[in-house]
């Protein structure tokens, strides 16, 4: 992706005092860059000097089965990060202040609109509608993680917000655009740039679109999954094709047959 120039972030910090004194989550704080994204669900925690930041994680079963977590936004700068965590912290101490238990902080530079780059992870799987990830970066400060690309019924791509169930059995964002015009715009750039990664991932290799259709057919005739997954940056690009027998009946069943690296 394109180097963005460092620049102050703008943004807006709501905290609240956790009232539930069974809880280990001193309180919760929210964060809104530059009139662009809202981050939800930033917990502050008691440590042993002094209360964290935590940002918010999605829990997920690792290859082992075992429970694991990942990031779902952060800031990626040293500096930003130490100037988010302070304001975050100040603001939550406002907040245990508050008769109400709650605060707002709001900096100075806020912009209508974030400056967003995208780093876009194709992977091609015929078996579902999950054509690969993204990561958006803000200012080339802050990220947000992961977030997936689907295909939907028209075929056309969109990127699917990171969400939570609530005990009401309800889904949330965690992490969204502020307004529906910077969601269409966001979807428009990773399209874009979908077809770059994978065209250069191609080509890279070798690979014509032609043959790549005609290796994913030999897949379909093995009734096993097939996918594309390409790593896509400036001065690499990768692209790995693998088709595997899922045939119980034929030996080796879960042995890779093909595969270009």
């Known amino acids: 992706w394109k180097e963005v120039k460092n620049k102050r972030m703008g943004y807006k ?6 009232k539930n004194d069974n809880e280990k ?44 977590y990942k990031n779902v936004a952060n800031p990626i ?29 709001e900096s100075p530079d806020i912009e209508e609109k974030a400056k967003i780059n995208v780093r876009v992870k194709p992977i091609v799987n015929r078996e579902d509608n999950l ?12 990220a947000i993680n992961d977030l997936a690309i689907r295909q939907n019924k028209d075929n056309e791509l969109f990127v699917a917000m990171p969400s939570y169930p609530t005990v009401k059995n309800e889904w949330k964002d965690l992490a969204y655009p502020t307004k529906r015009k910077l969601t269409n715009e966001l979807n428009d750039m990773v399209r874009a740039e979908y077809e770059k990664a994978y065209v250069l991932a191609c080509q890279k290799q070798g690979f014509t679109p032609e ?51």
Request: charged letters at 20%.
């Open 13 to 18: 910090i709501s905290a609240f005092l956790n």
């Open 25 to 68: 989550c001193l309180g919760v704080a929210s964060l809104e860059i530059d009139k662009s994204f809202k981050i939800t669900n930033i917990s502050i925690y008691q440590g042993k000097t002094g209360p964290f930041i935590a940002m918010p994680r999605l829990k997920f079963h690792n290859k082992n089965g075992e429970v694991d």
């Open 77 to 105: 700068t040293k500096e930003f990060r130490q100037q988010l965590y302070s304001d975050i912290l100040n603001t939550f101490e406002n907040a245990q202040k508050s008769s109400e238990g709650k605060a707002m902080f």
């Open 131 to 142: 054509k690969g990830f993204v990561n958006v970066i803000l200012n080339n400060n802050f």
């Open 211 to 261: 043959k790549v259709e005609k290796i994913e057919n030999q897949g379909k005739d093995y009734q096993g999954s097939f996918s594309i997954q390409s790593d896509y940056t400036l001065n690499n690009a990768l692209l790995s094709i693998k088709i595997y027998k899922q045939d119980s009946q034929v030996e080796n069943s879960s042995g890779e047959i093909y595969s270009v690296v």
